[in-house]
T-cell receptor, first 113, second 109 residues
Framework: NAGVTQTPKFRVLKTGQSMTLLCAQDMNHEYMYWYRQDPGMGLRLIHYSVGEGTTAKGEVPDGYNVSRLKKQNFLLGLESAAPSQTSVYFC????????????FGPGTRLLVL | KQEVTQIPAALSVPEGENLVLNCSFTDSAIYNLQWFRQDPGKGLTSLLLIQSSQREQTSGRLNASLDKSSGRSTLYIAASQPGDSATYLCAANDYKLSFGAGTTVTVRA
């Protein structure tokens, strides 16, 4: 049981490049979330999904797109990376609507030059 | 929009001292309040979860209280150890988590 895994662990991009971050969970969780964490700030919700084939915007969705084609995977895409998207990205998942704790992945560090 | 504030931002104490970390939130309509630990360069580890109907939750040397009506939660860590050095985050859950910026704790040996 690997829990929540994230790929890649670290990436450097040039402004304007695109990339996809992959989050995978093997706990059969319905809900999945993408957050970003910047220095001196708490985690901020980018997008989330309440089930396969569904996605919704969080607090800071601009510049990101997501897809949940399979229940176990939640993809975060950056179509045209900007330096303001330099951050640490965390994925999380949970069984149901949120009366339990979320399980977090180890994070992806992204540097946009 | 839920706003979560943690005070202080940083705390340094000698080993053995008790720690008191504060968290406040603006909207009391929450399912639960959660406390996480984050080590440098790592992900988040869940410490305690207090349901909205509960007043406190305990795990070992950790105790967290919740006063939903006043929008406050406090995390107490008894007899601190150097291994407790980390950043502690609280999050208010109203179907999605809203995080505070965290309190960075240093326990000096």
């Amino acid at each position: 049981n690997a829990g929540v895994t994230q790929t890649p662990k670290f990436r450097v991009l040039k402004t304007g490049q695109s990339m996809t971050l992959l989050c995978a969970q093997d706990m059969n969780h319905e809900y999945m979330y993408w957050y970003r964490q910047d220095p001196g700030m708490g985690l901020r919700l980018i997008h989330y999904s309440v089930g396969e084939g569904t996605t919704a915007k969080g607090e800071v969705p601009d510049g990101y797109n997501v897809s949940r084609l399979k229940k176990q995977n939640f993809l975060l895409g950056l179509e045209s990376a900007a330096p303001s998207q330099t951050s640490v990205y965390f994925c999380a998942s949970i069984t149901g609507q949120g009366r339990e704790t979320q399980y977090f992945g180890p994070g992806t560090r992204l540097l946009v030059l | 929009k839920q706003e979560v504030t943690q005070i202080p931002a940083a705390l340094s104490v000698p080993e053995g001292e008790n720690l008191v970390l504060n968290c406040s939130f603006t909207d009391s309509a929450i399912y639960n309040l959660q406390w996480f630990r984050q080590d440098p360069g790592k992900g988040l580890t869940s410490l305690l979860l207090i349901q909205s109907s509960q007043r406190e939750q305990t795990s070992g040397r950790l105790n967290a209280s919740l006063d939903k009506s006043s929008g406050r939660s406090t995390l107490y860590i008894a007899a601190s150890q150097p291994g407790d050095s980390a950043t502690y985050l609280c999050a208010a859950n109203d179907y999605k988590l809203s995080f505070g910026a965290g309190t960075t704790v240093t326990v000096r040996a």
